[in-house]
């Protein structure tokens, strides 16, 4: 894999300034807590954090019913709540799930993670052809990019730099163990260039990342959902694949990575509108494999077509 132009972090002895010790005990904290603990009760404990911190979060609670209300105006008023305090479960196990994508050693984390269909991007990868590998913002996100790498199918993945130092080297570390590879989210050219390399990149086209370089097309039951058009300028540029992918948590604490479509041939890459609103449908299904395990704490209704109606007016 070739190198990105901006360069990893690294450790610097200014980093041991008080000012970074509290960011240095949470982090040491969490990887001791992870690592000492049996995976059964991380599990049982990170839902139970979630679960609490729903008397904490009621601002949250709103936007997630809206959510819902919104993306499936057919659940009932229970059925929503069940599903809210489900998510926030799942919520909580994110913080423990983060911990162990960045400090558990590569052999016992392997226990965690089923290989359920990746074999597409082993075909790609034979024939030496990039993947834009669309994933989704699961709440185990961090357990699905390491599984990834783990089972041999890794690559590169955009990030947003964290704005102290200590948590951005931590952060960068747990990030690229096992092969996978970091790029700023701003580098535009060299995501495009490891695509043409034949490379694989991680990419989330799921949430409202507001009215530049976006479109307005059906999600779920909301017919006018801010949608980006990342996808379709990387797959028109580099002539890359298109890889739905996912790794949710199934019924017995196992994760399922799966990455088992090739969707560019119908892919309509001209029109960035008929293309958000195609992609949209894989989004949609990749989320129902695991609805609960999705982010619905973000406001993804919340920028309108409209440009004169206030920005999350649906979630007065």
Same mark, same amino acid.
Request: net charge positive; glycine share 8%; proline share 4%.
């Given at each position: 894999?070739?190198?990105?132009?901006?360069?990893?972090?690294?450790?610097?002895?200014?980093?041991?300034?008080?000012?970074?010790?509290? =960011?240095?005990?949470?982090?040491?904290?969490?990887?001791?807590? =992870?690592? %000492?603990?049996?995976?059964?009760?991380?599990?049982?404990?990170?839902?139970?954090?979630?679960?609490?911190?729903?008397?904490?979060?009621?601002?949250?609670?709103?936007?997630?019913?809206?959510?819902?209300?919104?993306?499936?105006?057919?659940?009932?008023?229970?059925e929503r709540?069940?599903?809210?305090?489900?998510?926030?479960?799942?919520?909580?196990?994110?913080?423990?799930?983060?911990?162990?994508?960045?400090?558990?050693?590569?052999?016992?984390?392997?226990?965690?993670?089923?290989?359920?269909?990746?074999?597409?991007?082993?075909?790609?990868?034979?024939?030496?052809?990039? =993947?834009?590998?669309?994933?989704?913002?699961?709440?185990?996100?961090?357990?699905?990019?390491?599984?990834?790498?783990?089972?041999?199918?890794?690559?590169?993945?955009?990030?947003?730099?964290?704005?102290?130092?200590?948590?951005?080297?931590?952060?960068?570390?747990?990030?690229?163990?096992?092969?996978?590879?970091?790029?700023?989210?701003?580098?535009?050219?060299?995501? %495009?260039?490891?695509?043409?390399?034949?490379?694989?990149?991680?990419y989330l086209?799921?949430?409202?990342?507001?009215?530049?370089?976006?479109?307005?097309?059906?999600?779920?039951?909301?017919?006018?959902?801010?949608?980006?058009?990342?996808?379709? %300028?990387?797959?028109?540029?580099?002539?890359?694949?298109?890889?739905?992918?996912?790794?949710?948590?199934?019924?017995?604490?196992?994760?399922?990575?799966?990455?088992?479509?090739?969707?560019?041939?119908?892919?309509?890459?001209?029109?960035?509108?008929?293309?958000?609103?195609?992609?949209?449908?894989?989004?949609?299904?990749?989320?129902?494999?695991?609805?609960?395990?999705?982010?619905?704490?973000?406001?993804?209704?919340?920028?309108?077509?409209?440009?004169?109606?206030?920005?999350?007016?649906?979630?007065k």
């Amino acid at each position: 894999m070739s190198k990105s132009k901006y360069a990893a972090p690294e450790f610097r002895f200014s980093m041991l300034h008080p000012r970074h010790w509290g =960011v240095w005990l949470g982090f040491g904290f969490l990887a001791l807590f =992870v690592n %000492i603990l049996p995976y059964a009760l991380l599990l049982k404990i990170g839902r139970g954090v979630g679960k609490f911190a729903m008397r904490f979060g009621k601002s949250r609670v709103k936007v997630a019913n809206r959510n819902l209300e919104l993306a499936f105006p057919e659940m009932s008023e229970s059925e929503r709540a069940r599903f809210v305090e489900e998510n926030f479960k799942n919520t909580g196990m994110a913080l423990i799930e983060t911990g162990i994508t960045w400090f558990w050693p590569t052999w016992r984390f392997k226990r965690l993670i089923i290989d359920k269909d990746t074999e597409i991007l082993r075909q790609h990868d034979a024939n030496g052809k990039g =993947v834009l590998l669309c994933c989704v913002h699961a709440l185990n996100l961090e357990i699905t990019a390491r599984a990834l790498a783990v089972l041999g199918v890794g690559g590169y993945g955009a990030f947003r730099p964290h704005d102290n130092d200590v948590y951005n080297l931590i952060q960068h570390w747990g990030r690229s163990h096992d092969g996978n590879i970091l790029i700023d989210r701003k580098d535009l050219k060299q995501m %495009i260039r490891v695509l043409r390399q034949g490379e694989r990149l991680f990419y989330l086209p799921d949430h409202d990342y507001g009215r530049n370089k976006s479109v307005f097309v059906p999600f779920f039951a909301v017919p006018d959902a801010c949608t980006t058009t990342g996808t379709s %300028i990387l797959a028109y540029t580099s002539k890359c694949a298109i890889v739905p992918g996912s790794g949710f948590r199934n019924e017995d604490g196992k994760y399922e990575i799966i990455a088992n479509q090739s969707i560019e041939v119908d892919y309509p890459q001209k029109d960035e509108k008929a293309a958000a609103a195609y992609m949209n449908q894989y989004v949609e299904q990749l989320i129902l494999r695991a609805p609960e395990q999705w982010m619905w704490l973000h406001k993804r209704f919340k920028t309108m077509e409209d440009e004169t109606a206030p920005k999350g007016v649906r979630y007065k």
